[in-house]
Structure formats: C-alpha cells, structure tokens
C-alpha cells in the first residue's frame, strides 16, 4: 500500500515551530518568518517526504503557480499551434499550464474563467472569436473583471472587445489580399465558405475578402457566401451540397485552413480536380498544410507567435490600458490555385 500523505501539522511538530509558521514558509505567506526557522522547517518537510497543499499555497499567496489557456478546440490546429506558444512562455516561467476546451459554447468560456479564478490561476489566455452577440460578450466581460479584481490577469487572441490585452489577427487585411490576388490570376466566379456568421472571425474575413474583389472589379453575391461549422467537415458537407447543386464557380476561398481541407476532401470524391477544374483557399497556414496535395495557397499567420505574444502580456507588469498587438498575414499562393 502507498504510504499515508504527511501532514503539515507533522512538519510544524518536527521542526518545533507553531502551525502557523509552518504554513508562512510552505504556503509562500507575505508574512516573514526568520532564515533559521525557514531552514528548520524546510528541513522537517524535506525529511518527512511533505507534498505541499496547491490550494492552500494559493490562498496565502492570493495566486497560484496556474495558467489558464482556454480555447474553443483543441483539435483544430489553428489552436492548437497557438497553445503551443502559450505553454512555451508559461513553462519557461515555471509555471503550469491548464488547459480548458469550450467546443465553441459562450457559456462554457465563461464557466471556465470562473473555475480558473477560484482557483486563484495567476494570468488566462483566451484563444478564439468573439461573437456578434453582445450580450454574451457583456457577460464574459463581467467575468473577465471579476477575475482581474482578484489579482489575475487575462490576454486574448481575438478581436478587441475585451478590456484586456489583445493580440488581433489580420482578418480583414489578409482575405482583401488574398482576393485581389486571386482576381490577378484571372478568377471572377467564387464560394466563400463563411463559417458560423455569429462569429466575427468569420465575418471579418468574409468581408476584407470581398472589400478586395470589389476593389478588384469583381462582384461578390450574397448567395455565393455558405455558411456553416467551423470545421473539416463543416466544409465537406457545404462543398458536397455546392457541387450536387451545380456551380460556375471557378474558385472555392474557405475562411479557414481546416474547412479548406474538407473542400478539398468533397472535391476528391466527387471527381472534381484541384486546381484544373476548381481552385482552393484557406486562410491561416496551420502546419498540417506541409503534407497536403496539392499544396494549399492560404493567409499565413504566425500561430506560435502570437500565442506567446499573448502569455508574455499575461504574465508581465503593466498597469496601465489594455494593449492591442495586431499581426499581419501574409498571402501564400500555392498549387491549389491556378492562374485562368
């Protein structure tokens, strides 16, 4: 059988000092104690085998050793690299990273931060689109303030609508580049597969990418715009949809890599050739894009980048108002495309 769990009361016996003392120099008080009496206690722990309590060091200190990432998905790699970045920064903190998934629910986000903040975590890093819904964000905000009052602090990476730190991609920027440079190989007929239209995310690069065919002399109609999931297979079934309808579409832009892929996917099964008689593209240059034939033109952004741009602003001093990073995209053109 294990051995039983050592009790602080026992290092306090051992070392011959007041539980009181015992707990200042474990739990991290702010109340000194003498180096003798610090020595003699760590010591008594050391000797006896004591695990520290998290939660009683928490307490005293009014903060833990926790980081808090939340994300919609962990599945998608688009947060997942992003994770990669914050855990990066945390880690060579020493600290712990805890990972919560929301599956994309407004309401678990918030459940998470609240979970996160009775837990005293030291700083959260929010990874994902913010909603049209304003109410659902007035709410998280509430949360988020609650959070900070307690000592914490939070960073996004996502729109600007929280009263906190913010690393903002280049949504609008980079699908208005990457329109005007599909409209130079010659494409007048797109789909856009617009994921969920409640997030801005996707109404954001929904829009910069028809601000850049507008510019380009190309009309975008508003039935030439699918919404759906956010998903692989969200772009599997919308594409699969599209092309049982019949299309003249010479070129299919997803507001994402992975509902890129999806397209793609539909097409193979279909019979339908990319980029001979439909081209594909994405946006965000997730890393899994290396081993996908033919290769996808996408909107690179730094994904571990701005993850740890994120978690070096949670976990710094700054006392001041909130800052916003934003980060460019880079168009990438690929065999995915083809110049008509």
């Not at 700083?123 to 949360?143: D, H």
């Not at 070096?312 to 800052?323: E, K, N, Q, T, Y």
């Amino acid at each position: 059988m294990p051995g039983r769990q050592i009790t602080l009361a026992e290092v306090a016996r051992h070392a011959g000092v007041s539980l009181a003392t015992a707990s200042r120099v474990i739990n991290g008080s702010d109340r000194q104690v003498s180096d003798p009496l610090r020595d003699r206690v760590m010591a008594s722990a050391d000797s006896l085998g004591y695990l520290p309590n998290a939660s009683a060091q928490a307490l005293a200190r009014n903060s833990s050793s926790l980081v808090g990432l939340v994300v919609h998905d962990i599945a998608d790699p688009y947060f997942s690299s992003i994770a990669a970045g914050v855990t990066r920064v945390a880690e060579d903190a020493g600290l712990v990273v805890v990972l919560g998934t929301t599956a994309r629910s407004a309401d678990r986000e918030r459940e998470l931060l609240a979970t996160l903040r009775g837990h005293r975590a030291k700083a959260v890093v929010m990874i994902g689109s913010r909603t049209t819904k304003r109410s659902i964000t007035a709410k998280l905000a509430e949360e988020v303030a609650a959070f900070t009052e307690q000592g914490g602090r939070v960073a996004c990476v996502s729109q600007a609508k929280l009263a906190v730190d913010t690393v903002v991609p280049g949504n609008r920027a980079g699908a208005k580049a990457l329109a005007v440079a599909l409209a130079e190989l010659g494409h007048r007929k797109f789909v856009v597969l617009g994921g969920p239209e409640e997030l801005l995310t996707s109404r954001d690069r929904v829009a910069g990418f028809r601000t850049g065919l507008a510019e380009s002399g190309v009309e975008l109609a508003e039935e030439s715009i699918r919404y759906g999931e956010f998903t692989r297979d969200g772009g599997y079934d919308t594409v699969t949809e599209l092309l049982a309808e019949g299309t003249d579409a010479t070129c299919v832009f997803a507001v994402n890599d992975v509902m890129a892929l999806g397209a793609m996917a539909a097409m193979r099964a279909a019979g339908v050739r990319v980029p001979e008689d439909i081209s594909v593209a994405g946006f965000d240059d997730i890393p899994t894009l290396r081993d996908v034939s033919p290769t996808l033109t996408t909107v690179r952004l730094p994904l571990e980048e701005m993850g740890a741009r994120a978690a070096h602003m949670a976990l710094g001093d700054h006392d001041g108002s909130p800052r916003t990073v934003r980060i460019a995209a880079e168009v990438v053109l690929r065999e995915s495309t083809r110049k008509l």
